[in-house]
């Protein structure tokens, strides 16, 4: 009788019902409270944002596009590495996706790269390449190295020769200790890549948008919710509810933003981004992001696309296949979504 068990599902229900009264007074601005809430959530402390004084680090010129390697600020003297895909062939400005990787080896693993930066040969592995997918249908495509993964891992972590391993504990736990989620600096961080994306001039400003797996997902929903830049967005093996996936299955730490579940689940996060095009993907077998619950997910954003009179801008594909980018319905519709009115 003394387990927490009973006394924590008494808390998410209290919360519940907290939550329920607040929609019932916010009334027509529940929307409009939600991402100001989620906003303050993901602040991050600072005096102003660093210059972002862009580097190029290398260009190479493949057989279907240009990648570049760049590097810019963000703040607290954080520099950022990022791949940059140029689409060949290209006539004048090109829409542009901000592509955020999950757990891995960081931004390598999504353009057809190995963890030493050789050139990856065979198939893709559970990301899919999706960053070279996506500059080889048209679009100018930015990968930057998220916080804690690959390069922007702790010395400590690079000097452990583990390949994939990240820095999320540590920094996570870290900042904790000045009041900020490490899911804040990384989306703060992202909605810099996109600053640093309209000073191209390949890239026509009003066409972008972002593609996430997994913790990948988690920042473009975030990012897109409190970013209105993002035109479109597909979030790939992430939309769920938080009591069917980080509070009922072990996920890192990264996944959580204190105070969250005070104003919203996540499906009311995900909401945010209507009236905007909104692709759902998920693998039918995710054992981390049970099935389950992301169908019940996509039935609360039915509702709410079909309340703005959008339904038709929401897309789903629910597939056979486990905690994996399978693109061949994502890929398309990203480029109806940004593409569909080139003349």
């Known amino acids: 009788m003394w387990s927490p068990d009973a006394s924590m599902e008494g808390l998410y229900r209290a919360y519940e019902r907290k939550r329920e009264k607040q929609r019932a007074e916010w009334a027509e601005q529940t929307k409009e409270e939600q991402r100001k809430r989620l906003v303050h959530s993901l602040a991050v402390p600072m005096e102003e944002l660093d210059e972002l004084r862009p580097v190029l680090l290398e260009r190479v010129e493949l057989e279907d596009h240009i990648r570049e390697r760049v ?14 895909l140029l689409p060949k062939g290209v006539v004048g400005k090109s829409a542009a996706v901000l592509a955020l990787h999950g757990h891995g080896y960081g931004s390598r693993q999504i353009v057809g790269l190995n963890a030493d930066g050789t050139d990856h040969i065979g198939e893709s592995d559970i990301h899919g390449n999706y960053a070279l997918e996506m500059v080889r249908r048209g679009f100018v495509v930015i990968v930057p190295e998220v916080l804690g993964f690959g390069d922007r891992r702790l010395e400590a972590d690079q000097r452990s020769g583990q390949v994939g391993n990240s820095s999320c504990q540590t920094l996570a736990s870290h900042l904790m200790l000045y009041g900020v989620s490490i899911a804040a600096v990384r989306v703060q961080e992202a909605r810099r890549a996109l600053d640093y994306l309209m000073t191209r001039e390949e890239v026509d400003v009003n066409r972008m948008g972002c593609f996430g797996f997994s913790g990948g997902g988690l920042l473009a929903a975030y990012t897109a919710a409190c970013d209105e830049r993002i035109q479109a967005a597909v979030l790939c ?21 204190p105070g969250v579940l005070d104003y919203a689940e996540l499906p ?4 945010l981004l209507a009236p905007r095009p909104l692709f759902i993907a998920s693998g039918r077998q995710d054992p981390i992001f049970p099935i389950a619950t992301v169908e019940a997910a996509v039935s609360y954003l039915k509702q709410v ?5 959008v339904g038709e801008r929401l897309g789903v594909h629910l597939y056979e296949g486990v905690h994996e980018v399978k693109g061949d319905q994502a890929y398309p519709w990203l480029v109806e979504a940004l593409m569909g009115n080139e003349s």
Request: charged letters at 15%; glycine letters at 12%; proline letters at 2%.
């Open 71 to 84: 590097e810019f600020g963000t703040f607290w003297g954080f520099r950022v590495p990022a791949y940059v």
């Open 237 to 257: 093996a992430f939309t769920n509810t938080f009591k069917g996936s980080i509070m009922s299955i072990h996920h890192c730490i990264d996944n959580y933003v």
């Open 268 to 271: 009311e996060l995900v909401g």
């Open 305 to 309: 696309y079909q309340k703005e009179g």
